[in-house]
């Protein structure tokens, strides 16, 4: 084939989870057995695939998404936020029971615990998979997963993601041991410090200690660790050595979704030909972004919002440059 004719696979397919997120905000989080008031209460979709799917959608990126949903009142909630984002629906399931459900408690200082509940994610099979990145493959070059779906099925996604010539993007979340020949089958880790230190065993708490942990993923056959350091940036680790993108500070106000903001913009640039340093600065911007807004996907950036923002970052930047030579 000529370039002309090569068939445009700068598609990104999802496979996750989808869940119904149930979320308070108050000044603090209960002690254990304590009862308090809270200040506000929101019902909107979440869950990490669907999420990371509505980034990608914002983004521009040409979205797919795999997974579950159940046949009850939260059903139109899920297949309206993601349709909104552009995301296509095509292999996405509606199975008989519940939707999944988080709970997610959110503080003054924009922290947040969170109790996920699975219900129609576990309905999530292999034929399912396996259906939809055949049909995908012709048009797609990157898959995301996460952790939220069946444990059992993620060695079977990435490796069948893997047969199909796609770059297969983990975000290990919720952390959880994986088995060692899994990591073979993945392309780029992105954990942020918990999850690496949970799953490597290495006490992420700065640049020097991601690239540890960074080591340990690539020692195990992963092909790039980006390790997110929350107000320190994202160190970036590859076989030719470790680069640290540095943060956008920013006013945090619920760091809900923030992670699936970062990973959903970090597949849709490297599906669209960007670098894992190009992509990881976008990522950045977008998961910059999305904490200074509230909830999971309400928070998610368009992909203007974010070009905007780093274009005014950069003249910031380069205002204080211009400062600094004339202080000279």
Same mark, same amino acid.
């Given at each position: 084939m000529t370039p002309a004719t090569l068939p445009d696979r700068s598609g990104v397919v999802i496979v996750g989870s989808v869940t119904a997120d149930v979320t308070t905000f108050s000044e603090r989080l209960?002690? =254990?057995? @304590?009862?308090?008031? !809270?200040? @506000?209460?929101?019902?909107?979709?979440? !869950?990490?695939? $669907?999420?990371? $799917? *509505?980034?990608?959608?914002? &983004?521009? $990126? =040409?979205? &797919?998404?795999?997974?579950? *949903? !159940?046949?009850?009142?939260?059903?139109?909630?899920? /297949?309206? !936020?993601? &349709?909104? $984002?552009? /995301?296509?629906?095509t292999h996405l399931r509606t199975v008989p029971g519940p939707t999944g459900i988080a709970h997610i408690r959110v503080d003054a200082s924009a922290q947040n615990d969170i109790v996920m509940v699975p219900l129609a994610n576990a309905a999530l099979s292999a034929e399912q998979v396996d259906t939809a990145l055949a049909a995908l493959a012709p048009t797609t070059s990157v898959l995301l997963t996460q952790l939220e779906t069946p444990s059992s099925l993620t060695a079977h996604i990435t490796a069948r993601a893997r047969e199909h010539g796609m770059t297969v993007i983990l975000d290990p979340a919720p952390a959880a041991p994986l088995p060692d020949d899994l990591w073979r089958s993945i392309d780029i880790v992105t954990p942020n410090e918990t999850e690496a230190t949970l799953i490597s065993g290495v006490e992420v708490t700065d640049a020097a200690t991601a690239e540890q942990a960074g080591r340990w993923f690539l020692d195990r056959g992963v092909g790039a660790a980006v390790i997110t350091l929350a107000g320190q940036g994202s160190c970036v680790v590859t076989a030719d050595g470790a680069t640290v993108v540095p943060p956008f500070p920013v006013e945090a106000v619920d760091t809900t979704a923030a992670g699936d903001a970062y990973a959903g913009y970090l597949g849709a640039a490297l599906a669209n030909g960007g670098s894992l340093t190009d992509a990881v600065r976008l990522a950045t911007a977008a998961g910059a972004l999305a904490v200074t807004r509230q909830g999971a996907s309400p928070s998610l950036p368009l992909r203007a919002e974010v070009d905007a923002f780093l274009s005014e970052r950069e003249a910031e930047r380069e205002a204080e440059r211009e400062a600094q030579r004339d202080a000279r």
């Open positions: 209960p002690a =254990r057995g @304590e009862t308090i008031l !809270g200040d @506000e209460f929101t019902l909107m979709l979440g !869950g990490k695939g $669907a999420n990371q $799917a *509505v980034a990608a959608g914002r &983004s521009g $990126a =040409r979205t &797919s998404f795999v997974g579950c *949903v !159940g046949d009850d009142l939260f059903h139109d909630l899920v /297949v309206n !936020g993601l &349709s909104e $984002a552009g /995301v296509d629906l």
